[in-house]
Protein backbone atom coordinates (compact mmCIF):
# COMPACT_ATOMS: atom_id res chain seq x y z
CA UNK A 1 0.00 0.00 0.00
CA UNK A 2 1.69 3.06 -0.93
CA UNK A 3 1.21 6.25 0.85
CA UNK A 4 0.59 9.18 -0.45
CA UNK A 5 2.65 12.49 -0.08
CA UNK A 6 0.64 15.43 1.02
CA UNK A 7 2.61 18.79 0.77
CA UNK A 8 3.21 20.24 4.06
CA UNK A 9 2.36 17.33 6.27
CA UNK A 10 4.19 14.32 4.81
CA UNK A 11 6.99 16.45 2.42
CA UNK A 12 8.02 19.67 2.22
CA UNK A 13 5.83 22.12 1.34
CA UNK A 14 6.42 23.46 -2.35
CA UNK A 15 5.12 26.74 -1.89
CA UNK A 16 4.70 29.33 1.18
CA UNK A 17 1.27 29.78 0.97
CA UNK A 18 -1.11 28.84 4.29
CA UNK A 19 -3.01 25.73 4.65
CA UNK A 20 -6.75 26.72 4.81
CA UNK A 21 -8.49 24.25 7.54
CA UNK A 22 -12.23 23.79 7.15
CA UNK A 23 -14.25 26.35 8.58
CA UNK A 24 -16.52 26.32 11.40
CA UNK A 25 -19.85 27.28 10.58
CA UNK A 26 -21.04 26.43 14.05
CA UNK A 27 -18.71 27.84 15.95
CA UNK A 28 -18.54 31.45 14.19
CA UNK A 29 -22.38 31.74 14.38
CA UNK A 30 -24.36 33.97 16.28
CA UNK A 31 -25.67 33.48 19.74
CA UNK A 32 -29.52 33.57 19.43
CA UNK A 33 -29.17 33.88 23.36
CA UNK A 34 -26.88 36.47 23.87
CA UNK A 35 -29.22 39.64 25.17
CA UNK A 36 -30.38 37.47 27.94
CA UNK A 37 -26.67 35.88 28.75
CA UNK A 38 -25.27 40.00 28.46
CA UNK A 39 -28.40 40.92 31.03
CA UNK A 40 -28.08 37.96 32.98
CA UNK A 41 -24.53 38.24 33.20
CA UNK A 42 -24.90 41.31 35.54
CA UNK A 43 -24.85 41.37 39.37
CA UNK A 44 -28.10 41.51 41.09
CA UNK A 45 -26.92 44.83 42.85
CA UNK A 46 -26.38 47.01 39.18
CA UNK A 47 -29.72 48.41 39.54
CA UNK A 48 -29.48 50.09 42.81
CA UNK A 49 -25.50 50.86 41.78
CA UNK A 50 -27.20 52.41 38.86
CA UNK A 51 -30.39 54.14 40.36
CA UNK A 52 -27.27 55.71 42.84
CA UNK A 53 -25.03 57.10 40.60
CA UNK A 54 -28.40 58.78 39.20
CA UNK A 55 -29.29 60.47 42.21
CA UNK A 56 -25.74 61.76 42.84
CA UNK A 57 -25.42 63.41 38.92
CA UNK A 58 -27.09 66.32 40.10
CA UNK A 59 -25.03 67.25 42.81
CA UNK A 60 -22.10 67.34 40.46
CA UNK A 61 -24.22 69.90 38.31
CA UNK A 62 -24.91 71.90 41.43
CA UNK A 63 -22.53 74.34 41.30
CA UNK A 64 -23.40 74.59 37.45
CA UNK A 65 -26.69 76.34 38.14
CA UNK A 66 -29.38 77.29 39.93
CA UNK A 67 -31.54 74.36 39.89
CA UNK A 68 -29.59 71.35 41.73
CA UNK A 69 -29.98 68.14 43.41
CA UNK A 70 -32.91 69.11 45.30
CA UNK A 71 -34.81 70.58 42.87
CA UNK A 72 -34.21 67.86 40.00
CA UNK A 73 -35.03 64.62 42.53
CA UNK A 74 -37.98 66.52 43.86
CA UNK A 75 -39.49 66.76 40.00
CA UNK A 76 -38.70 62.93 39.83
CA UNK A 77 -40.21 61.90 42.46
CA UNK A 78 -43.57 64.07 41.45
CA UNK A 79 -44.21 62.13 38.18
CA UNK A 80 -42.76 58.86 39.50
CA UNK A 81 -46.31 57.70 40.08
CA UNK A 82 -47.45 59.17 36.84
CA UNK A 83 -44.32 57.58 34.49
CA UNK A 84 -44.93 53.96 36.37
CA UNK A 85 -48.64 54.09 36.21
CA UNK A 86 -49.24 55.37 32.60
CA UNK A 87 -46.12 55.18 30.80
CA UNK A 88 -43.81 51.78 32.12
CA UNK A 89 -47.09 49.43 32.57
CA UNK A 90 -48.31 50.48 29.20
CA UNK A 91 -44.90 49.61 27.17
CA UNK A 92 -45.42 46.33 29.20
CA UNK A 93 -48.69 46.05 28.12
CA UNK A 94 -47.63 46.57 24.46
CA UNK A 95 -45.04 43.77 24.61
CA UNK A 96 -47.94 41.15 26.31
CA UNK A 97 -49.48 42.08 23.26
CA UNK A 98 -47.25 41.84 20.66
CA UNK A 99 -45.34 39.05 21.93
CA UNK A 100 -49.41 37.15 22.02
CA UNK A 101 -49.74 38.38 18.43
CA UNK A 102 -46.54 37.74 17.01
CA UNK A 103 -46.32 34.40 19.39
CA UNK A 104 -49.45 33.15 17.50
CA UNK A 105 -48.71 34.19 13.44
CA UNK A 106 -45.02 32.71 14.29
CA UNK A 107 -46.34 29.24 15.36
CA UNK A 108 -48.59 28.91 11.83
CA UNK A 109 -45.47 30.67 9.75
CA UNK A 110 -42.94 27.74 11.59
CA UNK A 111 -45.30 24.96 10.75
CA UNK A 112 -45.55 26.45 7.21
CA UNK A 113 -41.66 26.35 6.96
CA UNK A 114 -41.95 22.47 7.22
CA UNK A 115 -45.05 22.04 5.17
CA UNK A 116 -44.69 19.67 2.43
CA UNK A 117 -46.27 21.50 0.22
CA UNK A 118 -43.56 23.33 -1.61
CA UNK A 119 -45.51 27.12 -2.12
CA UNK A 120 -46.59 26.87 1.34
CA UNK A 121 -43.18 26.50 2.33
CA UNK A 122 -41.59 29.04 -0.05
CA UNK A 123 -44.05 31.94 1.09
CA UNK A 124 -43.62 30.69 4.36
CA UNK A 125 -39.83 31.25 4.48
CA UNK A 126 -40.19 34.31 2.29
CA UNK A 127 -42.26 36.04 4.97
CA UNK A 128 -39.38 34.82 7.83
CA UNK A 129 -36.76 36.51 6.00
CA UNK A 130 -38.56 39.34 5.29
CA UNK A 131 -39.83 40.31 8.58
CA UNK A 132 -36.05 38.95 10.48
CA UNK A 133 -33.69 40.77 8.42
CA UNK A 134 -35.59 44.39 8.57
CA UNK A 135 -34.94 47.09 10.69
CA UNK A 136 -37.86 47.09 13.24
CA UNK A 137 -38.47 51.13 13.13
CA UNK A 138 -38.75 50.80 9.78
CA UNK A 139 -41.94 48.14 10.24
CA UNK A 140 -43.06 50.28 12.59
CA UNK A 141 -43.35 53.62 9.84
CA UNK A 142 -44.58 51.57 7.38
CA UNK A 143 -47.37 50.03 9.60
CA UNK A 144 -47.69 53.58 11.34
CA UNK A 145 -48.70 55.15 7.53
CA UNK A 146 -50.38 51.62 5.88
CA UNK A 147 -52.84 51.19 8.43
CA UNK A 148 -55.64 53.78 8.70
CA UNK A 149 -56.96 55.55 11.70
CA UNK A 150 -60.62 54.00 11.01
CA UNK A 151 -62.57 51.87 9.38
CA UNK A 152 -66.14 51.49 8.43
CA UNK A 153 -67.37 47.97 8.71
CA UNK A 154 -71.66 47.63 7.87
CA UNK A 155 -71.89 50.83 9.14
CA UNK A 156 -70.16 50.84 12.11
CA UNK A 157 -66.65 52.71 12.78
CA UNK A 158 -63.35 50.94 13.99
CA UNK A 159 -60.57 53.07 15.36
CA UNK A 160 -57.42 51.80 15.68
CA UNK A 161 -55.51 53.60 17.81
CA UNK A 162 -51.62 54.06 17.91
CA UNK A 163 -50.33 52.04 20.44
CA UNK A 164 -52.57 49.03 18.55
CA UNK A 165 -50.62 49.91 15.19
CA UNK A 166 -47.17 49.52 17.62
CA UNK A 167 -48.37 46.41 18.95
CA UNK A 168 -48.74 45.42 15.37
CA UNK A 169 -45.59 46.83 13.80
CA UNK A 170 -43.72 45.06 16.56
CA UNK A 171 -45.36 41.46 16.61
CA UNK A 172 -44.26 41.44 12.83
CA UNK A 173 -40.21 40.98 13.52
CA UNK A 174 -41.17 38.74 16.67
CA UNK A 175 -43.35 36.60 14.36
CA UNK A 176 -40.44 35.72 11.96
CA UNK A 177 -38.00 35.04 14.94
CA UNK A 178 -40.50 32.35 16.37
CA UNK A 179 -41.14 30.93 13.04
CA UNK A 180 -37.35 30.52 13.39
CA UNK A 181 -37.70 29.23 16.62
CA UNK A 182 -40.52 26.96 16.08
CA UNK A 183 -38.82 25.41 12.75
CA UNK A 184 -35.38 24.99 14.57
CA UNK A 185 -37.34 22.75 17.47
CA UNK A 186 -39.01 21.07 15.18
CA UNK A 187 -35.92 20.25 13.25
CA UNK A 188 -33.81 19.68 16.70
CA UNK A 189 -35.87 16.51 17.23
CA UNK A 190 -34.33 13.25 15.75
CA UNK A 191 -35.35 11.56 13.06
CA UNK A 192 -36.16 8.10 14.29
CA UNK A 193 -39.11 9.72 16.25
CA UNK A 194 -40.53 10.50 12.88
CA UNK A 195 -39.92 7.23 11.72
CA UNK A 196 -41.35 5.31 14.52
CA UNK A 197 -44.52 7.39 14.35
CA UNK A 198 -44.79 6.24 10.68
CA UNK A 199 -43.82 2.71 12.05
CA UNK A 200 -47.01 3.15 13.86
CA UNK A 201 -49.66 4.42 11.07
CA UNK A 202 -49.39 7.93 12.65
CA UNK A 203 -50.37 11.04 10.00
CA UNK A 204 -48.33 13.48 9.56
CA UNK A 205 -50.69 15.38 11.30
CA UNK A 206 -51.16 13.56 14.00
CA UNK A 207 -47.07 13.20 13.97
CA UNK A 208 -47.07 16.65 14.84
CA UNK A 209 -49.22 17.50 17.48
CA UNK A 210 -49.13 14.25 19.41
CA UNK A 211 -45.00 13.19 19.30
CA UNK A 212 -43.36 15.81 17.87
CA UNK A 213 -44.29 19.45 19.55
CA UNK A 214 -44.57 18.40 22.90
CA UNK A 215 -40.90 17.85 22.61
CA UNK A 216 -40.76 21.10 21.38
CA UNK A 217 -42.35 22.81 24.22
CA UNK A 218 -39.32 22.62 26.52
CA UNK A 219 -37.22 24.05 24.06
CA UNK A 220 -38.77 26.79 22.50
CA UNK A 221 -39.53 28.34 26.18
CA UNK A 222 -35.71 30.23 26.78
CA UNK A 223 -35.29 31.55 23.40
CA UNK A 224 -38.94 32.23 23.90
CA UNK A 225 -38.09 34.56 27.08
CA UNK A 226 -35.31 35.83 25.16
CA UNK A 227 -36.89 37.75 22.47
CA UNK A 228 -39.96 38.66 24.84
CA UNK A 229 -36.97 40.23 27.00
CA UNK A 230 -35.91 42.07 23.41
CA UNK A 231 -39.06 42.97 22.55
CA UNK A 232 -39.76 44.61 25.99
CA UNK A 233 -36.30 46.68 25.15
CA UNK A 234 -37.33 47.31 22.08
CA UNK A 235 -41.02 49.44 23.23
CA UNK A 236 -39.45 52.22 23.64
CA UNK A 237 -38.93 52.97 19.61
CA UNK A 238 -43.32 53.52 20.33
CA UNK A 239 -42.39 56.79 20.98
CA UNK A 240 -41.33 57.89 17.89
CA UNK A 241 -44.75 57.00 16.63
CA UNK A 242 -45.96 59.68 19.41
CA UNK A 243 -47.56 56.62 21.31
CA UNK A 244 -47.67 57.43 24.91
CA UNK A 245 -45.31 55.32 26.70
CA UNK A 246 -42.45 56.20 29.37
CA UNK A 247 -40.02 57.68 26.91
CA UNK A 248 -42.54 59.96 25.57
CA UNK A 249 -44.02 60.61 29.05
CA UNK A 250 -40.88 61.38 30.42
CA UNK A 251 -40.09 64.02 27.38
CA UNK A 252 -43.28 65.84 28.35
CA UNK A 253 -43.06 66.07 31.79
CA UNK A 254 -39.43 67.19 31.47
CA UNK A 255 -41.21 69.98 29.49
CA UNK A 256 -43.65 71.06 31.92
CA UNK A 257 -40.56 71.79 34.54
CA UNK A 258 -39.42 74.27 31.93
CA UNK A 259 -37.05 71.25 30.08
CA UNK A 260 -33.75 72.19 32.69
CA UNK A 261 -30.72 70.30 31.27
CA UNK A 262 -30.66 68.43 34.92
CA UNK A 263 -33.59 66.93 34.38
CA UNK A 264 -32.25 64.27 31.37
CA UNK A 265 -30.36 62.06 33.68
CA UNK A 266 -32.63 61.79 36.18
CA UNK A 267 -36.05 61.19 34.33
CA UNK A 268 -33.74 58.89 31.27
CA UNK A 269 -32.10 57.18 34.03
CA UNK A 270 -35.61 56.33 36.22
CA UNK A 271 -37.04 54.68 32.76
CA UNK A 272 -33.54 53.09 32.45
CA UNK A 273 -33.38 51.14 35.67
CA UNK A 274 -37.27 50.18 35.53
CA UNK A 275 -37.05 48.70 32.13
CA UNK A 276 -33.27 47.04 33.46
CA UNK A 277 -35.67 45.86 37.01
CA UNK A 278 -38.30 44.09 35.06
CA UNK A 279 -35.96 42.46 32.05
CA UNK A 280 -33.06 40.95 34.54
CA UNK A 281 -35.23 38.58 36.44
CA UNK A 282 -36.52 37.50 32.71
CA UNK A 283 -33.33 36.44 32.03
CA UNK A 284 -32.01 35.27 35.18
CA UNK A 285 -35.11 32.62 34.30
CA UNK A 286 -34.55 32.39 30.77
CA UNK A 287 -30.97 30.76 31.21
CA UNK A 288 -32.16 29.00 33.96
CA UNK A 289 -34.64 27.48 31.92
CA UNK A 290 -32.30 26.60 28.96
CA UNK A 291 -29.57 24.88 31.27
CA UNK A 292 -32.41 22.90 32.40
CA UNK A 293 -34.19 21.74 29.08
CA UNK A 294 -30.88 21.58 27.39
CA UNK A 295 -30.71 18.71 25.01
CA UNK A 296 -28.39 16.24 26.48
CA UNK A 297 -26.22 14.22 24.17
Avoid at 16 to 44: E, I, N
Avoid at 45 to 58: Q, V
Amino acid sequence: MTRKSIPGVTVRARTDLPVLKPFDVAAHSPDPMMTVRWLAGMPWWTPLAMMGAFLLWPAVAHSQGTYGMADAFEALVRWMPFLVQSGFLFNVLISVFAMLVGTVMGAFLGLGQISLSRPVRAISWFVTQLFRNSPWLVILFIVLLALPFEVEVFGVLFFFPDWWKAVIGLSLPVMANISEIVRGAVASVPTAQWEAAESLAFSRTQTLWRIILPQCFKRMIPPWMNWYAILTMATPLCSLLGVEEIVTLSRQAMESENNHPELLVPFYGFALVLFFAYCYPIARITIALERRYSVKL
